[in-house]
């Protein structure tokens, strides 16, 4: 009742604060180019629930690590296992890890391991220019996986030499250091994030210890008719991961190791634009867990190599895209084998205006699974604006997962996979409207998930040994509402608040069900920027989380000194001090106090 009355007061003064701005001139919406859908469109005139985190929004955020940031988005449910994002999942309105797609500039990070892995990214947060989050189907040209939605991370394209350093220290021993080196001309971009960030543990008697480094670089020519790109990245990491993955034998570690390479191209050929891409990722992930004085160790190597090719053609009233793409994924594992598998590819998108305000857009994308076999996906999606300040739109979308290698072949005492499990199929239908009047905006979702054959892992009452399974009758459905405000005060800078409601159904059968049931039905997120005083800045994030077990609550602040391109700042995470889960049984840690250093040259 509590929660709901807050939920009530919060839409309250939110409706209201946008009825106050209506007489205020309508701005237009952003016009930021929205890059992860198979046809760039800008924010404003998306077909589907687009939510984008720009620079500027990352700088400010008492956030310090990237799962930390995606948290606060709506629709976005992070579960984190330790501090300072040694290892998270990401889900999308209710879908789990499994079933989000996370990007590189347009380059997709799968693991065919396990996508707890996924967020092992070589870039830090200073190399970030925007997140674009696509909730719900909207990946046509990356195949069947983003059955949720879709992260897309951008790193920063110069056109001056940059400079940026950054350097924090923190209770429980906390180190971190990062530097940031750019540089950029009429033809050419190149960028080089490096961080590096060690603690002590927040158990002194546990193994919670971490030591994180990463290392980005990525670079753009620019050709005559045309742009060339290209990355390279490094992430290393090795931390205690006490209860991580089970609380019946807690003593656990991990080392994980990513790389990263890709190229990818773009030439103007008449009317139409060629994009073509490689990409290759290797994972090495290195588990050990204790069992009175025996070590029991489990390895395993990844790799991902794929390509793709697509044409897009943009002309008055409508535009196309089209193309084809590969992946091969192996594994080298004690645990799980040595085996390797091949997905293909093929689509097409169209997009047409309707009438001066509406449009819509058709897609298909076929992809074959070599062990699964082939699966049609359709989509479509409509757009109409019906003033300047006011859109709306619908849309509805199919995927396919394959499993993951885990999810078919671990075997160990309190994990079983199994080899004969089929892909999961997924249906989507979402409508939504966005209104920005004035200093306001307010974005309104309402979705409905239907997914055949769930994969998942059970166990009957008592049992200790999880087994991976099959389900029916899954849906999700829920509401999005997220309301900012650009205050035009001397002293407030935004103000946002957002609300997710979830309803999920499951046939369980009494089992017990890992992942497909621990999603919140109710989260509410604000964050309120101040500037209390000259050079002074304030930022508070607060998030509340209704889930089946345990409600979670989480609160962060960050206060700043500018002094020109440098600035002094104190960030504390968990004000409250509250000892609580996300994933698994590992306890996050509680407040947790750091001050820091960092300059900017723009």
């Not at 687009?50 to 606060?72: G, H, K, N, T, Y």
């Not at 090719?309 to 084998?337: F, M």
């Not at 897609?363 to 709306?392: E, I, K, M």
């Not at 999920?504 to 997120?525: F, G, N, S």
């Amino acid at each position: 009742m509590r929660f709901h009355c807050i939920v009530l007061l919060s839409t309250v003064l939110a409706w209201s604060g946008v009825q106050a701005a209506g007489s205020a001139d309508a701005d237009p919406l952003e016009t930021l180019v929205v890059t992860a859908s198979a046809l760039p469109h800008s924010l404003g005139e998306s077909f589907r629930s687009v939510a984008v985190i720009s620079r500027d929004e990352i700088a400010v955020s008492p956030a310090a690590s990237l799962a930390e940031l995606l948290a606060m988005t709506p629709g976005v449910d992070v579960q984190r296992r330790g501090a300072a994002g040694v290892q998270a999942d990401i889900g999308i309105r209710g879908a789990s890890f499994e079933q989000t797609l996370v990007l590189l500039n347009g380059v997709p990070l799968r693991d065919p391991q396990t996508n707890h892995h996924k967020l092992n990214l070589p870039v830090p947060l200073s190399q970030i220019e925007r997140i674009e989050i696509v909730r719900g189907p909207g990946g046509v040209n990356h195949g069947g996986f983003a059955t949720g939605g879709l992260v897309n991370i951008i790193t920063r394209r110069l056109d001056t030499p940059a400079f940026g350093m950054e350097v924090r220290a923190g209770e429980h021993a906390l180190r971190q250091a990062g530097l940031f080196l750019g540089t950029g001309g009429a033809r050419s971009s190149h960028s080089l994030g490096v961080e590096a960030k060690r603690s002590d543990g927040h158990l002194p008697d546990e193994p919670t210890d971490f030591d994180l480094r990463k290392v980005g670089y990525d670079g753009r020519l620019d050709l005559e008719r045309g742009a060339l790109t290209w990355g390279l990245g490094l992430d290393d990491r090795q931390f205690g991961a006490y209860k991580f993955y089970t609380a019946d034998f807690p003593d656990q570690r991990e080392e994980t190791r990513t790389r990263l390479a890709y190229i990818s191209g773009q030439w103007d050929v008449g009317a139409w634009e060629i994009l073509p891409q490689l990409y290759w990722r290797a994972h090495e992930d290195w588990f050990q867990t204790l069992v009175g004085t025996t070590a029991f160790i489990n390895e395993h190597e990844t790799r991902v190599q794929g390509w793709g090719l697509s044409a897009r053609s943009d002309a008055a009233g409508h535009a196309t895209a089209l193309g084809a793409g590969g992946v091969r994924e192996r594994i080298s594992s004690n645990a799980l084998g040595e085996r390797s598998r091949d997905e293909a590819r093929l689509w097409l998108a169209h997009r047409r205006d309707l009438a001066p305000s509406s449009a819509a857009e058709l897609s298909l994308n076929v992809v074959d699974y070599q062990a699964f076999g082939r699966y049609w996906l359709p989509g479509a999606a409509l757009r109409h604006q019906f003033s300047a300040s006011l859109s709306g739109y619908a849309s509805a979308g199919r995927s396919a997962r394959q499993p993951s290698y885990t999810e078919l072949h671990l075997q160990t005492s309190g994990n079983r996979g199994r080899s004969e499990l089929a892909a999961e199929r997924s249906s989507l239908y979402e409508a939504g409207m966005r209104w920005q009047p004035g200093d306001h905006s307010l974005s309104a979702g309402l979705f409905v998930r239907r997914t055949d054959q769930l994969i998942d892992w059970a166990r009957l009452p008592g049992n200790v040994t999880w087994l991976a399974d099959q389900f029916g009758g899954h849906s999700s459905r829920g509401v999005e509402l997220d309301w900012r405000w650009r205050a035009p005060l001397p002293w407030v800078e935004e103000i946002g608040l957002a609300w997710t409601s979830l309803q999920t159904r499951l046939d369980e059968d009494a089992r017990e069900i890992k992942y497909a049931l621990d999603v919140p039905r109710h989260t509410l997120a604000g964050h309120l920027r101040l500037s209390p005083a000259q050079h002074w800045h304030l930022g508070l994030d607060a998030r509340f989380a209704e889930r089946r077990d345990a409600d979670a609550f989480w609160l962060s602040a960050r206060l700043a000194r500018q002094f020109g391109r440098a600035e002094l700042f104190v960030e504390a995470d968990n004000l409250l001090d509250r000892v609580q889960p996300e994933a698994g049984f590992a306890p996050l840690p509680g407040r947790w106090v750091a001050v820091g250093w960092r300059y900017a040259s723009r």
